[in-house]
């Protein structure tokens, strides 16, 4: 029997978690691959998680992400290497399901490409190495790259595919608490928002510099398990991040006015001698770096003070992994 057939009507599930960058990667040195211009460092999220079912059929691939049917052109680039590793004219039907706010700055396209790549290789061979799939998942989406590693993961710029650094019991008492502003999808992509930056801000050079020297300060406080230097990289990477987006033209402003209302939240508590640092994505939500002795204060105040936002605490998490 040849591979070929063996490889038709084949079905897999896989799973992934979003990869939440410490450092940002915000500007691609090549459109075409996703090959990012910023070096960042990241962590894969437990307990928000993307569940893909993927099976092989002969022609016409689609992709369904909660129910909704996905423009084809957003894959197909994707399919293209995906195909080619099948080493036949395959094609996809792909149902996929998050569950956390999809499109809206929780990195469900990390998750979602993660799971997507990680499954149709290990389809294609089960023993398909790790580094390859993450290449594999960042023709999908740049941070997908990461996601597919469980733990501490780093993205270098100019790279093809991201790295473990440490796997999530390295630092087990790390957590992200995703504060939930707003779960619409956001006005403009990530892709098309870096595209945006890179052509138009003054400052995208500058950006590209210094996210250099914060990634590598931050590798640094992340081995020395210092949460306050990472804790305040974090916070000047994602900042200096939003310069470059807020100077572009049309300015990208993903804040909403609870946005702030959190960032200033997050500052007093510091203030008052808690361990809470915050940093952001493409979108609204804010995502607060702390410990896990911090979590408890930190749920009880944010309670008190926005009792209408969802918060979900995050620790390291596992990389992608498929069941049959
Ligand atoms: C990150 N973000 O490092 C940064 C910070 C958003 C802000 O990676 O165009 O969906 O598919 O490569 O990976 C989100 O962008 O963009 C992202 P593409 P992606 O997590």
Not at 97 to 103: A, K, L, Q, S
Not at 214 to 242: P, Q, V
Request: proline residues 5%; charged residues 20%.
């Amino acid at each position: 029997m040849s591979t070929k057939k063996s490889l038709l009507h084949k079905t897999v599930i896989a799973c992934a978690h979003p990869s939440l960058a410490l450092t940002k990667y915000w500007g691609k040195a090549s459109s075409k691959n996703n090959i990012p211009a910023t070096s960042s460092l990241a962590i894969t999220l437990s307990g928000l998680t993307s569940t893909t079912r993927i099976s092989t059929v002969k022609k016409n691939s689609v992709v369904i992400v909660n129910g909704e049917l996905q423009p084809p052109e957003r894959y197909s680039q994707f399919f293209q290497h995906a195909g080619a590793l099948c080493d036949e004219n395959l094609a996809f039907k792909v149902e996929s399901e998050n569950d956390f706010p999809t499109g809206a700055g929780i990195a469900s396209s990390s998750s979602g490409f993660a799971a997507l790549a990680c499954g149709i290789a290990k389809l294609a061979d089960p023993d398909y190495p790790l580094g390859e799939i993450s290449a594999l998942a960042r023709i999908g989406s740049g941070s997908a790259a990461r996601s597919v590693f469980g733990g501490f993961t780093l993205l270098r710029a100019g790279s093809h595919a991201a790295e473990m650094l440490h796997d999530a019991s390295f630092w087990p008492e790390f957590r992200i608490i995703v504060c939930i502003v707003k779960d619409a999808k956001k006005e403009y992509s990530s892709r098309l928002g870096m595209s945006l930056s890179k052509k138009t801000s003054p400052y995208f050079k500058s950006w590209v510099l210094d996210a250099e020297k914060t990634f590598k300060e931050a590798c640094s406080a992340l081995e020395n398990k210092d949460i306050e230097k990472l804790g305040d990289l974090a916070r000047i990477s994602a900042y200096r991040m939003f310069g470059t987006m807020i100077s572009s033209a049309p300015p990208l402003v993903y804040w909403e006015p609870q946005t702030i209302g959190l960032l200033k939240f997050i500052e007093r508590l510091r203030i008052n001698g808690i361990g809470a640092w915050e940093t952001m994505d493409a979108g609204p939500q804010v995502k607060l770096i702390c410990l896990k002795d911090d979590v408890h204060r930190i749920e009880t105040a944010l309670e008190e003070h926005f009792p209408d936002i969802q918060a979900l605490a995050c620790q390291p998490g596992e990389g992608a992994s498929v069941s049959w």
